[in-house]
């Protein structure tokens, strides 16, 4: 295909994308071509929004708007609309979305309402909520590109098992999200659906690869959404848009339905989690999840059935302050010492944690990420000639192609690691109080609060827990401040540490979001959710 052809082809599925978008819900063009760094307060300024579909789309959380639809004191349609045509004005102003089916929710919400005024009882623990998914996720009748033109009309043909989970219980489905081409970038841009930005400053990204559900769900374009991770792709959006996310273990719950069937390698796998407003609602969706015993759709999901943990009144918590390979921003350490602070007046238990081998964790982390240096997503791209975008061709630039040999000691390698690390966790016990392990790992989501686009960060703080398959939970606790001035003492400890530390400049990062990474040990997610909420009441105290 000529360099012409995929051009119009993007331009075509771009076209197709915003004619789906009522002409009533379009923003003027003086709007459009003065927009500020931080797009939030255009929600409420534009005038679009009706006061009620304000007070619908800017609830506390899903919980809270799923009381008000089951009391029908909202409708679904009413709330669907509400959000739809929020979704129509983020897209507008930060092109989250790659899809949108907004008559078909309508349908599905008009059928829910018929349903609960005839019955008098709803479908499902989720009757009438909106719910976004990512570009990868199948959804039926809805298109599935991975940020490749050779995808642009690829429509799914079943709906992945949590799809089909939450459609049960009672859930709509209205638009998917963007991902960036290939999925193995932190930054959210393809060729075939452009740049999405970040709602809280626009210079810097929404994170990746879920890019599209974190800027959505960031500026309450959605109520919840639900995003992939097997580098960080929950995590990041999560946290550069100031929402709570979890990255489950990846045997617990279904994956089937992601990412067409490929992702090059089996050592990593990827997991699927929700991004949200609330760890209630975080919970909430897994407990729908393991309620449909997704074990009998996918061999791979373990048959765990969910019990709850109590949140605990003094839990034991080690402290990351950094990896000793990229130090954090200001912004970053101080939000940590912030909940650190925090958790101590509450009365839990603090002790220091020392990484281990973090850099070589890496080094294991990326030949897994490109076992045959890429082979298995170049062919897509090279299908219509489209240009690799940069953080990915920065990848492929360092890829390597394995041999069996290379590839099995590879292996070898990382459960080595994995055992080495366990026992690292386990001899905290030394440390405690109680004599047992700690009850959670707190560490910075990343190095920095965001990232100029088309910057290679450092994944480190993310791609760890993947190698060791340790479930996270994202914590919001504050935003960038003027006064998180940049520390003219420190000297970096590597080129990649320097690169970092030349990045941060708090006006450049003025407004975005910050937020906590908490780690819990492997297929642990009700204990991990459980002290998440510990710390959560911790933080907001």
Known sequence: MSAAAWQETAAAAQAELKSKIPKDWLLPEAILSSKPRNVIPIFRSCGLLTGRELEITEVEDCVALLEQLHSRKWSALEVTVAFCK??????????????IDFEGARK?????????NKQGKVVGPLHG???????????????????????ADHVSETDAVAVQSLREAGAIVYCKTTMPQTGMALETISNLWGRTLNPFNTDLSSGGSSGGEGALNGCHGAPIGIATDIGGSIRAPASFNGLYGIRPTSRR??????????????????????????LRDIELILKVWNAFEPWNYDPVVAPIK??????????????????????????????VQMVVDKLKAAGHEIIDFKPYRH??????????????????????IERTGEPVIPAVAKYFDRAKM????????????????????????????????????????????????????????????????NLLDYPCVI???????????????????????????????????ADIPVCVQLVGRNLQEEQLVAVAMAVDEAIKQ
């Open 86 to 99: 929020r979704a129509a004005i983020a897209q507008q102003l930060i092109n989250p979305l790659m899809n």
């Open 108 to 116: 599905r919400a008009m059928d829910l309402d018929d349903h609960l």
């Open 129 to 151: 909520l909106p719910i976004s998914f990512k570009d990868l996720t199948d959804v039926k009748g809805m298109k599935i590109t991975l940020g490749f033109v050779a995808l």
């Open 253 to 278: 719950f279904s994956y089937k339905g992601n990412a067409m069937g490929f992702t090059g390698q089996a050592a990593i796998l990827s997991s699927i989690g929700p991004i949200g407003r609330s």
């Open 306 to 335: 969910w019990q709850p943990a109590p949140v605990p009144t003094k839990a034991t918590i080690g402290v990351m302050y950094w990896d000793e390979v990229v130090m954090p921003h200001p912004p970053m350490q101080r939000a």
């Open 359 to 380: 850099r070589e964790a890496w080094d294991l982390t990326f030949k897994h990420y490109y076992p045959t240096a890429g082979s298995n997503v170049k062919e897509f």
């Open 402 to 465: 394995l041999d069996v040999h290379e590839l099995t000691q590879l292996f070898k390698d990382q459960r080595q690691y994995q055992t080495e690390y366990l026992a690292h966790w386990i001899a905290t016990k030394t440390q405690t109080s109680t004599g047992k392990p700690i009850d959670a790992l707190l560490t910075p989501s990343m190095a920095s609060a965001s990232f100029p686009h088309d910057y290679l960060p450092w994944w480190g703080y993310l791609s760890q827990w």
């Open 475 to 509: 914590l919001p606790v504050t935003s960038v401040k003027p006064e998180d001035t940049k520390d003219s003492l420190y000297t970096p400890v590597n080129p990649l540490d320097q690169e970092t530390y030349d990045m941060y400049d708090p006006e450049k990062f």
